[in-house]
């Protein structure tokens, strides 16, 4: 985009309602895949006041212990007390899974999707990771207040918490960082005289331990910072805001910048190509763009639930691209198995790895094997033969006046 535009994402922190039941329906996929790794999973976790409720349907050989697993999943986030309106060790628990459907099962057996679908996958050259600048600082701005709450740094932090940033660009250039947006659930001690707003002490510092370590390079003079925006914030998690796995899936991604397919990724194992085909376009996004392809590039997969190659691939580079988009998808539909035995094989994806993507983004994080960028180098080399083939082709054309 052309001259001087705002551009804004948002995160949520691990103790968010709706990442509680993320990470809860992740973490009973890593624990069917630890002892099962054909095993089918797709799990669905609600939480409100006092209560969890884990769904779905899931067929393996093993046992999963779902009251203990959640309970412990919950003491780790850090809902270990009432005080914070939701107590692990005290909490209703109800178990609703059931069995994957038979006639699903039938066409996913022979290497078929598990769904049909539209997933989408970007990566652009904005900062070291290749992913967008404000989800990029959504996420570590999250992702401190849980390092300062669980060090003890600023003790009356709670587990529930947002993030927000606006990007000032200039030509799709990255400026400055216009506003930032925290919400941090906290305990009465830090309430004015009122009982109706954190001190001015308080919020100056969650400026200074929360945001300027994290954002503090892109911060000037005119960066506005909402803290605590309502006054308070002590009532938070499902006490007084409901969650449901998959609903946080712009997060999840790439911060609103690109279209989203709509299917969610916790809770379902990888034959879920709403899952392993978005870490798929994300794979090969970030390869063709670390090869200098392109600046950035949007990739599109298409599939009919029961078949194994996609119905569809499209890439975008938005003009920023060394070759056209449709010698780009040549080299896509070469370079990468995009059935889903395919996806599953080359990411290695039947491990219990998924509790860990549940929070601060799927994508943009070292450690998985959707990041790396291993065929960076066999993209480059093809599309630079392609270049001087197609160039010496041009020349034998005769031209008539």
């Not at 099962?36 to 999963?64: P, W």
Request: aromatic share 6%.
């Amino acid at each position: 985009m052309k001259g001087r535009y705002l551009f804004t994402s948002e995160s949520v922190g691990n103790g968010h309602p709706d990442k509680m039941c993320d990470q809860i329906s992740d973490a009973v996929l890593d624990a069917v895949l630890k002892d099962d790794s054909k095993g089918r999973v797709a799990c669905e976790t609600f939480c409100s006041m006092g209560l969890v409720i884990v769904g779905g349907e899931i067929t393996t050989t093993t046992y999963v212990d779902v009251h203990k697993l959640v309970r412990q999943v919950l003491l780790d986030i850090g809902y270990n007390h009432p005080k914070y309106g939701f107590d692990a060790n005290t909490c209703s628990i109800l178990n609703a899974i059931n069995k994957q459907s038979p006639d699903i099962a039938q066409g996913v057996d022979v290497g078929g999707a598990g769904d049909q679908g539209i997933m989408f996958g970007y990566a652009c050259d904005e900062t070291p990771e290749l992913m967008p600048l404000a989800i990029m600082l959504a996420h570590h701005l999250v992702e401190r207040v849980e390092e300062v709450r669980k060090k003890g740094i600023l003790k009356y932090l709670g587990p529930d918490c947002k993030s927000q940033v606006t990007i000032e660009y200039e030509d799709d250039k990255p400026l400055r960082v216009d506003a930032v947006v925290l919400a941090c659930q906290h305990t009465e001690e830090i309430l004015d005289k009122s009982g109706k707003r954190i001190t001015e002490k308080a919020r100056k510092e969650i400026i200074e331990t929360v945001a300027h370590p994290m954002v503090g390079k892109m911060i000037d003079v005119k960066t506005k910072f909402y803290i605590n925006e309502t006054g308070k914030f002590v009532l938070g998690g499902p006490q007084c805001d409901t969650g449901v796995t998959g609903r946080k899936i712009i997060v999840d991604t790439y911060g609103g910048v690109v279209p989203h397919g709509g299917g969610a990724f916790s809770g379902k194992d990888p034959t879920k190509v709403d899952r392993s085909a978005a870490y798929m376009a994300r794979y090969i996004c970030k390869n063709i763009v670390s090869a200098g392809l392109a600046k950035k590039c949007l990739l599109q997969l298409g599939y009919a639930i029961g078949h194994p190659q996609p119905v569809s691939v499209m890439a975008d580079t938005f003009g920023t691209g060394k070759i056209s988009e449709q010698r780009l998808v040549e080299l896509i539909r070469k370079h990468f198995d995009l059935s889903p035995r395919g996806i599953i094989q080359t990411l290695d994806l039947l491990k219990p790895i998924y509790q860990k993507t549940a929070c601060y983004g799927h994508f943009g994080r070292p450690g998985f094997s959707w990041e790396r960028t291993d065929k960076a180098e066999a993209l480059k080399k093809e599309a630079q033969s392609y270049d001087h083939s197609h160039i010496k082709e041009s020349k034998k054309v005769k031209v008539y006046a």
